[in-house]
């Protein structure tokens, strides 16, 4: 620091004051006065868990995004294992995915006793690349499982186009991307099965939850099995038929996804609209900032999609800083601004490694951007200061460290 530098400058990290008094996390729900009535008459009903607020949730969820059928889960990644289930994936199968995602995506693969074959990312979105996913096909690939990085859709014409020249089934991850929209269509109506999740820091919660959407009636049926011990009724229907017969036809789970979630997700799901539209006004205050910081580089986006920006993920142009990512992120945290990463390239965790001898270098454009990555703050309930507190905190450490 110089002599002449103002108080305001001296950045949390070396004893300056603050950005922020309090700490802004990356992500965080937001629960409304409906919110808690509909849970709470739930609460009051006949029906906890397989009851009518599932149905209810499943035929929403499919109409706001298009699609036929919406089979809910206990959490997006029981939603994964359903969705790798019912395409069938089995011991001997790859399915192609991208390493930079939440482990779940590749775990999901693992679950049914195939091989998750890892793809690189394009540079300027972090979304597979169709040419690397193509070049890593097999006579034993069997599904494609693209995720939609950040909120980006991933590029589905391509990705579909493939899939269909070699007998794939499509799974795609939009846990980061309910409401995208890729060629005017909505992400959830496209791929063979789509997938989302609604843990507390996405679109919309359920506290735990995730869908399925596909417009294949087998799928659906093998999904709400799956989710129900492999079983081929549920309790509802078998009251209301007054049967007890039932019959387990496949080797499932218990991923249901309660009454009082799907209350709860209901009530979410009419504020989706609102939601995005707070997301994509925080996403251009950011990126018309950003565009003018040398050294900090904005999220890209093709011109065919609209994104859900689930993340804000900026990368670093190191040349132009003397600091690494570990520095600059460490600083913004003492701003108090919740910065994160995401995400540890699945490759380069400890499991992986050991089980199929990654060593790092085997996906350069991810793992280059993993060195340079940080996602800063991103939820609706986010208000014009916080997005300015963030831009501020940004402006600040990356002055002080430029080069
Ligand atoms: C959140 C998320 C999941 C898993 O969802 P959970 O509901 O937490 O199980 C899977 N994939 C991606 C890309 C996610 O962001």
Redesign the pocket.
Known sequence: MSATSTASQILAIDGGPPVRETLLPYGRQSIDEEDIQAVVETLRSAWLTTGPKVAQFEEAFAARVGATYAVSFS???AA?HGATFAAGLKSGDEAITSPL??A??ANCALYQGARPVFADVCEDTLILDPDQASAKITSRTRAILP?DYAGHPVNLDSILEIARRHGLIVIE?A??ALGAKYRKHSVGSIADMTVF???PV?HITTC?G?MVTTDNADYAEALRRFRNHGISSDARQRQSAGQWHYEMVALGFNYRLPDIACALGLSQLRRLDGNLARRRAIAARYTAAFREMPGIIPPGVRPEVSPAWHLYPIRLDLAKLSADRGEVFRALRAENIGVNVHYIPVHLHPYYRDRFGYKGGEFPVAENAYERLISLPMFHGMTDQDANDVIAAVSKVRLAFAR
Do not use: P, Q, R, Y
Request: charged share 15%.
């Open positions: 959490s997006g990644t994964l995602t939440f779940a995506t995720i991850d846990c980061h999740s609604f843990h996405k735990e995730g």
